[in-house]
């Protein structure tokens, strides 16, 4: 099994390494191309206004100056010799549930990956700064993503569809299982908005988060990570509200 790892916390990440070690226990066929810095929030971004630089960092191990999407264009393209069996993002270094995943760019690297029809899986470890226990933020991704992935990788999955995997805030011994659920909600519109002045005295804003609000509706990702759960959800690329498309058919008629 040929496997791409890319992630958006960029090729130095702590969670990157963690997401090595667990695709090593099904392949040794590993290949690494990601962001050579941070690139959270960029989503599904594509540079196109100036030049992307490749740089190798070791065998099959690389980075680009861009996006995950970039990453992941570029490991297909440029990187890996035949195109991968499976494409694995991560880990990431916070939660990418509910709404989060139309900003992430460790989600929008595996749907780069969908949409060049390879099996692609997104990982983050829902982060707590209260800590995690001895075995540090990603001890449930490091115990439990094998556990995993190992459906994962053999499961049929239509096309243009990829899975998001989100590990909870606990120890690894309190995680208590992995169900399958569905995209929750997000109320975003409590996000903050920092402001400030810079050395030079010009103002300046920076986006938070902190005082975002979710709903535990029954079923949803929100609902399995608050109740100590690793979360899967299968996501598809098709965004079409079908259930709409009848009464705007019947808007623009005649």
């Not at 392949?27 to 990601?34: F, G, K, P, R, V």
């Not at 094998?146 to 989100?166: F, I, S, Y």
């Not at 929750?184 to 920076?206: A, K, L, N």
Request: aromatic share 6%; glycine share 10%; net charge negative.
């Amino acid at each position: 099994m040929r496997i791409l790892l890319t992630n958006d916390d960029g090729i130095h990440a702590p969670g990157l390494e963690v997401l090595e070690a667990i695709a090593r226990q099904f392949s040794d066929d590993i290949w690494i191309c990601a962001p050579d810095e941070e690139q959270s929030g960029m989503g599904h971004a594509l540079t196109l206004t100036r030049p992307v630089r490749l740089r190798k960092h070791g065998e099959r191990r690389f980075s680009v100056t861009g996006t995950p999407t970039d990453a992941v264009t570029m490991g297909l393209r440029k990187v890996i010799e035949a195109q991968p069996d499976v494409i694995l993002s991560g880990v990431n270094r916070g939660a990418n549930l509910a709404d989060d995943i139309t900003y992430s760019g460790t989600v929008s690297a595996a749907i780069e990956g969908a949409l060049a029809g390879v099996r692609s899986i997104a990982l983050s470890q829902v982060y707590s700064k209260e800590g995690m226990g001895e075995n540090g933020p990603f001890g449930p991704a490091t115990e439990w993503g094998a556990k995993v992935l190992a459906p994962l990788l053999d499961t049929p999955l239509p096309k243009r569809t990829l899975v998001n995997v989100n590990f909870p805030p606990v120890p690894p011994s309190e995680v208590k299982g992995i169900r399958a659920v569905r995209q929750g909600f997000h109320d975003y519109s409590r996000g903050t908005v920092v402001e400030g002045r810079d050395p030079r005295g010009f103002q300046y804003y920076w986006f938070g988060l902190e005082a975002i609000e979710h709903t535990l509706d029954h079923g949803t990702d929100l609902e399995a990570i608050d109740e100590g759960y690793i979360s899967v959800t299968p996501l598809q690329l098709d965004l079409t509200h079908h259930s709409s498309l009848g009464a705007l058919a019947e808007r623009f008629e005649g």
